[in-house]
């Protein structure tokens, strides 16, 4: 798979869209239907646990931990036979054959570059981040390139590389880290707009989810603008896509103007929020098909929102119970032992609808051969508002393709258990009709 071979950009995905070659058209009306690859090229503890299964005294709970625990020797060797195996060829003929159209492939920084003390493991996921778009290209897949990890790191989070303090447009070194991060897009602009890329990368990504709780909006912005332009003088003639940061679909009404092409990525869970994850399973589902429609619609109308949105993560869990998932010995909001250290955002008190001791994760941790049917209507009507919801936008990318223990996120996993539709452009439930209050249904899973 040599880079200076020729390459075929005449495959399609399915009948239902165009081949690479042709062009997409108008996201507006023919929305995405993707899927991301998480926890391979940025490790993120709850995709991959084995990863990090270590006595939790020697503090390994993201990829800068680990690497500096393993040493450069054996980092190398454990993160390469991981990119070896955790996503193949295979993959990309089994999103193909699920009706999804587009992948979303998260890698960090350093892929191309690393700076100063940097533990991790330099440029050998580049290597498999190539190696991945060529296999999307032979299935018909287009390519959301997705800057998961910036240096400094753009929010704290332990898949941007590094937990812990945002040091991306904040701190001492948030300027250098800001120039850094422009010395890296700067790279991989100039790769990316060559003719090999022009069709296949129909998406490129500044900065996922920048913290904007904790950065100057300001200076998210400035700095935005700055790398949208290094791009375009670069040749990229793809969408860009920046992050909403969590700051309000409203707020970015009248921001960022003029710029064509720029797309706001919006990533959308009730899970991670105290007064959401308490809804009903119903409520879960009408939220879904009428707040976060409402929310799409909003977004889309440049009179109220910014204009094209779309939305590059979502999962159908309606618990935060995953093994890892809100960070590496930090519990969960559901059975109330989400200790976070931040008064605002912990939850020490059960959150599952019932707010009581009978909140399990027992149920949404099980083997989805155990679910009950109620459950599997459920989750897959969840995760169908969601998919119509979206589709009001630019589309869809599921949050993530595989998990080797959480197949609530698991968008594999959930095909096979049926709490996804076999193809993801034949929807069963569309959100015109009534909601069952899943009456026989626990509230406590």
Same mark, same amino acid.
């Given at each position: 798979?040599?880079?200076?071979?020729?390459?075929?950009?005449?495959?399609?995905?399915?009948?239902?869209?165009?081949?690479?070659?042709?062009?997409?058209?108008?996201?507006?009306?023919?929305?995405?239907?993707?899927?991301?690859?998480?926890?391979?090229?940025?490790?993120?503890?709850?995709?991959?646990?084995?990863?990090?299964?270590?006595?939790?005294?020697?503090?390994?709970?993201?990829?800068?931990?680990?690497?500096?625990?393993?040493?450069?020797?054996?980092?190398?060797?454990?993160?390469?036979?991981?990119?070896?195996?955790?996503?193949?060829?295979?993959?990309?003929?089994?999103?193909?054959?699920?009706?999804?159209?587009?992948?979303?492939?998260?890698?960090?920084?350093?892929?191309?570059?690393?700076?100063?003390?940097?533990?991790?493991?330099?440029?050998?996921?580049?290597?498999?981040?190539?190696?991945?778009?060529?296999?999307?290209?032979?299935?018909?897949?287009?390519?959301?390139?997705?800057?998961?990890?910036?240096?400094?790191?753009?929010?704290?989070?332990?898949?941007?590389?590094?937990?812990?303090?945002?040091?991306?447009?904040?701190? +001492?070194?948030?300027?250098?880290? &800001? #120039?850094?991060?422009? %010395?890296?897009?700067?790279? *991989? @602009?100039?790769?990316?707009?060559?003719?090999?890329?022009?069709?296949?990368?129909?998406?490129?990504?500044?900065?996922?989810?920048?913290?904007?709780?904790?950065?100057?909006?300001?200076?998210?912005?400035?700095?935005?603008?700055?790398?949208?332009?290094?791009?375009?003088?670069?040749?990229?003639?793809?969408?860009?896509?920046?992050?909403?940061?969590?700051?309000?679909?409203?707020?970015?009404?009248?921001?960022?103007?003029?710029?064509?092409?720029?797309?706001?990525?919006?990533?959308?869970?009730?899970?991670?929020?105290?007064?959401?994850?308490?809804?009903?399973?119903?409520?879960?589902?009408?939220?879904?098909?009428?707040?976060?429609?409402?929310?799409?619609?909003?977004?889309?109308?440049?009179?109220?929102?910014?204009?094209? +949105?779309?939305?590059?993560?979502? &999962? #159908?869990?309606?618990? %935060?119970?995953?093994?890892? *998932? @809100?960070?590496?010995?930090?519990?969960?909001?559901?059975?109330?032992?989400?200790?976070?250290?931040?008064?605002?955002?912990?939850?020490?008190?059960?959150?599952?609808?019932?707010?009581?001791?009978?909140?399990?994760?027992?149920?949404?941790?099980?083997?989805?051969?155990?679910?009950?049917?109620?459950?599997?209507?459920?989750?897959?009507?969840?995760?169908?508002?969601?998919?119509?919801?979206?589709?009001?936008?630019?589309?869809?990318?599921?949050?993530?393709?595989?998990?080797?223990?959480?197949?609530?996120?698991?968008?594999?996993?959930?095909?096979?258990?049926?709490?996804?539709?076999?193809?993801?452009?034949?929807?069963?439930?569309?959100?015109?009709?009534?909601?069952?209050?899943?009456?026989?249904?626990?509230?406590?899973?």
């Amino acid at each position: 798979m040599g880079l200076f071979d020729d390459w075929d950009d005449s495959k399609a995905a399915n009948d239902k869209v165009p081949a690479i070659e042709k062009g997409w058209g108008d996201y507006a009306k023919t929305p995405a239907r993707g899927v991301n690859l998480g926890g391979w090229l940025s490790l993120e503890p709850f995709i991959t646990p084995s990863l990090f299964n270590y006595d939790s005294k020697l503090g390994i709970i993201d990829e800068w931990t680990l690497c500096k625990h393993l040493g450069p020797k054996t980092a190398a060797s454990t993160l390469e036979k991981h990119y070896a195996t955790f996503v193949t060829e295979q993959t990309f003929q089994e999103i193909q054959a699920a009706g999804l159209d587009h992948v979303r492939i998260p890698y960090s920084y350093w892929a191309v570059q690393t700076y100063d003390d940097d533990p991790y493991v330099f440029r050998t996921s580049w290597r498999y981040l190539l190696r991945a778009i060529e296999w999307a290209r032979k299935y018909g897949l287009r390519v959301n390139l997705d800057l998961h990890g910036l240096p400094g790191s753009q929010n704290g989070w332990n898949h941007s590389g590094r937990q812990g303090v945002v040091n991306w447009l904040n701190g +001492t070194n948030g300027d250098l880290n &800001s #120039q850094r991060s422009l %010395d890296v897009h700067d790279r *991989l @602009t100039k790769f990316f707009a060559q003719d090999r890329y022009k069709n296949i990368i129909t998406f490129y990504g500044l900065a996922n989810e920048p913290r904007m709780v904790s950065l100057s909006a300001d200076a998210v912005i400035s700095w935005t603008t700055e790398a949208y332009n290094l791009a375009r003088k670069n040749g990229i003639a793809a969408n860009i896509v920046f992050g909403d940061g969590f700051m309000g679909l409203a707020n970015w009404q009248g921001k960022l103007t003029g710029m064509e092409g720029l797309v706001l990525d919006v990533h959308q869970y009730v899970i991670f929020n105290n007064d959401q994850i308490v809804y009903t399973h119903q409520k879960k589902v009408q939220y879904a098909c009428s707040g976060w429609t409402q929310q799409t619609e909003q977004s889309m109308d440049t009179s109220t929102g910014f204009g094209p +949105t779309m939305f590059a993560e979502w &999962s #159908q869990a309606d618990t %935060d119970c995953a093994n890892y *998932l @809100t960070n590496v010995g930090w519990g969960n909001r559901w059975t109330g032992t989400y200790d976070s250290g931040n008064v605002s955002t912990q939850a020490l008190t059960p959150k599952c609808p019932t707010q009581d001791s009978s909140c399990s994760c027992d149920g949404a941790n099980a083997d989805p051969s155990t679910y009950s049917d109620a459950y599997k209507q459920f989750l897959k009507m969840f995760a169908e508002a969601q998919m119509v919801s979206f589709e009001k936008g630019w589309g869809w990318w599921y949050w993530t393709w595989d998990t080797e223990s959480a197949p609530q996120w698991s968008y594999k996993k959930g095909l096979a258990a049926g709490i996804l539709p076999a193809k993801a452009y034949d929807k069963d439930f569309n959100c015109d009709g009534d909601v069952p209050d899943f009456s026989g249904l626990s509230e406590t899973f």
